[in-house]
């Protein structure tokens, strides 16, 4: 599947063409928590002026009010991890003219994606006293394994600065000005003192995309990576680092399998460090 990281027309087969009046927004769910689509509500200043930018046309989590589609601006929160859903994210994009996906569930598969490295089978039977009742798939995948995507927000849960910018690109028909260099270029823009060489505390910054405005280390916390990977992520030299500052290698495989445990770079690099496996064997 193609994922492009600018809103454009798509011409999706047989798409039904959308109407100049106000933009219709939707906003789908699928495996999530919630906390992304929480952004967009949590918008209190802004809430206003999107609404009256776009018709909220479908948002089970804010109103039950239906508008039929196509819709002009998707987003979609969470990833795929049942037979339903890969049935249900078809039908979201063949109403969709454009379709960003919002967060590390929807953009990586999300926390949700630790299955992809164990035995679901065997979690299933260990938590659930009737596991036969439960339907499931093997592994959780982002959105762009299954369709083509427009753009992808990364954060758990996303910026919401970078949500409003998203939004209002996708509907004046611009590219969004969202960076993908590092975490450590937001920090030094804020004069943050880095956590790292200050105290030694570990801090995956290097290798993660800005956008929280480096949060984490102003409260003199090392960056955990949930923005996911950076534009070209030197992930090894990280784990390098890590070990010489006294990580041990199940700390390293650790530190990068969290909320974008399964996005390539983190992937591979947690890999590297998982005791006796080869690499890719997950992939
Ligand atoms: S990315 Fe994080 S905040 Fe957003 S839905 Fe997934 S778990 Fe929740
Ligand atoms: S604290 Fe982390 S994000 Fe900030 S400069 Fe140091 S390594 Fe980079
Ligand atoms: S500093 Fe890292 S972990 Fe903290 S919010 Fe930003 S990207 Fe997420």
């Given at each position: 599947m193609t994922t492009t990281t600018q809103p454009h027309s798509h011409s999706?087969?047989?798409t039904p063409p959308v109407s100049k009046a106000t933009p219709k927004l939707a906003v789908w769910k699928f495996a999530s928590c919630d906390g992304c689509q929480l952004t967009l509500l949590n918008c209190e200043d802004e809430l206003l002026a999107v609404a009256g930018a776009v018709d909220?046309?479908?948002f089970p989590e804010a109103t039950r009010a239906v508008v039929e589609g196509p819709y002009d601006v998707s987003l979609v929160e969470g990833s795929v991890t049942t037979p339903e859903e890969v049935e249900r994210i078809q039908h979201v994009r063949e109403v969709s003219r454009t379709l960003i996906t919002i967060g590390a569930c929807a953009t990586a598969g999300g926390?949700?994606?630790?299955r992809n490295f164990g035995d679901v089978a065997e979690f299933r039977s260990i938590v659930y006293?009737?596991?036969?009742?439960l339907s499931t798939l093997a592994r959780s995948t982002p959105i762009a394994a299954h369709v083509s995507v427009d753009f992808q927000l990364r954060g758990c849960p996303i910026d919401k600065r970078q949500l409003l910018e998203v939004l209002a690109a996708s509907i004046q028909g611009r590219k969004p000005?969202?960076?993908?260099?590092?975490v450590c270029v937001e920090c030094k823009r804020r004069g943050t003192v880095c956590v790292t060489v200050a105290n030694g505390t570990p801090c995956l910054g290097p290798v993660t995309q800005a956008g929280?405005?480096?949060l984490c280390p102003a409260f003199d916390r090392g960056c955990y990576?949930?923005?996911?990977?950076?534009?070209?992520?030197n992930t090894s030299s990280l784990a390098d680092r890590l070990l010489l500052g006294g990580m041990s290698e199940a700390e390293v495989m650790r530190i990068y399998?969290?909320?974008?445990?399964?996005s390539e770079p983190f992937r591979r690099e947690s890999e590297r460090h998982e005791p006796g496996l080869e690499e890719g064997a997950h992939s």
């Open positions: 999706h087969g047989d909220i046309a479908y926390i949700q994606a630790l006293a009737h596991p036969e009742y000005r969202i960076p993908s260099y590092s929280c405005g480096a990576g949930c923005f996911g990977p950076q534009d070209s992520p399998r969290t909320f974008n445990a399964a």
